[in-house]
């Protein structure tokens, strides 16, 4: 058998995303564009298994516009669908319409879907595709961000980013995640997915010896550890490389009224030389 969107229409993309989760299977459909002209506001489909598959309700967004590309992405676990929209295409490198990309959340209640919070990062950076894929858990979300590739020469690398769910249903960004290399126009964050603390991100265009051949990046998102060593230069900072939006901060107590400052000029990375070494400051990773 197949599953057909309710009152197909062409250009409608139906099929662009799909997840299955128990009983329910959730369907994108973001709209397809004719000459650069936006058409319609995208769609997600939601079916339901009970002797068969059937059509159960579609879900639209309060948030979307024609051409945003609602349902370019879908996941499904327990009682949430989380509906990717990554914007339509920049027209110029100021992305001026950047804040209109998420991801939009929906609980089920009873036989409804309704529409809650969305997924934002803290900063809405321009040209991030924020919403072209996402992967969802139950309790933790990964979105990913690749950069716009019409403005492959304005010079920055893709992202994904990895929120968890608070107690009161909202959204906290644990990390953004950036390919070591930083190469431009890869596609990193097309295609993303997580288990236990490991996310994968695809960069299906990165530059390797073999060409465009492409590559998955793994990171590790065990809380951070800033580990310091001395060297002949003076003290070495170090920590995770999946928690490069972190900002290093330090202070002269660990007093609970200490005052915590971003240490100047700031870390390129997650790699920071001290020199001279000062034994009277303190150091930690501020969440960002």
Request: net charge negative; glycine share 8%.
């Amino acid at each position: 058998m197949q599953l057909l969107g309710q009152n197909p229409r062409a250009n409608r993309y139906f099929g662009a995303a799909v997840a299955v989760n128990g009983i329910f299977a959730v369907v994108g459909a973001p709209m397809g564009r004719e000459l650069d002209i936006p058409l319609e506001r995208g769609e997600a489909h939601v079916f339901v298994r009970s002797l068969s598959w059937q059509f159960h309700s579609r879900l639209e967004s309060q948030y979307t516009h024609a051409g945003d590309f609602f349902g370019a992405s879908v996941a499904m676990a327990t009682d949430r669908i989380m509906v990717g929209m990554p914007g339509a295409l920049p027209l110029a490198p100021d992305d001026e319409n950047r804040n209109r990309r998420g991801v939009t959340v929906f609980t089920r209640e009873g036989s409804y879907w309704v529409q809650n919070e969305r997924v934002v990062p803290n900063q809405h950076r321009p040209l991030e595709m924020f919403g072209a894929s996402v992967a969802f858990d139950g309790s933790r979300v990964t979105v990913g961000a690749p950069y716009a590739p019409l403005f492959a020469d304005a010079g920055a690398p893709g992202s994904s980013y990895v929120f968890t769910v608070q107690p009161d249903a909202s959204w906290s960004q644990l990390a953004r995640l950036q390919s070591a290399n930083g190469q431009t126009n890869d596609a990193f964050g097309l295609s993303v997915t997580h288990a236990a603390n490991w996310v994968a991100v695809g960069a299906l265009l990165q530059d390797n010896p073999d060409a465009l051949s492409g590559a998955v990046h793994l990171f590790d998102l065990t809380q951070p550890v800033l580990t310091i060593r001395q060297t002949a230069e003076g003290a070495w900072l170090e920590w995770n490389a999946a928690y490069a939006d972190f900002t290093l901060e330090s202070s002269a107590t660990l007093a609970p009224d200490a005052n915590w400052q971003p240490v100047e000029p700031p870390p390129l990375g997650t790699e920071h030389l001290i020199h001279p070494t000062d034994a009277n400051r303190f150091y930690r990773l501020a969440k960002p």
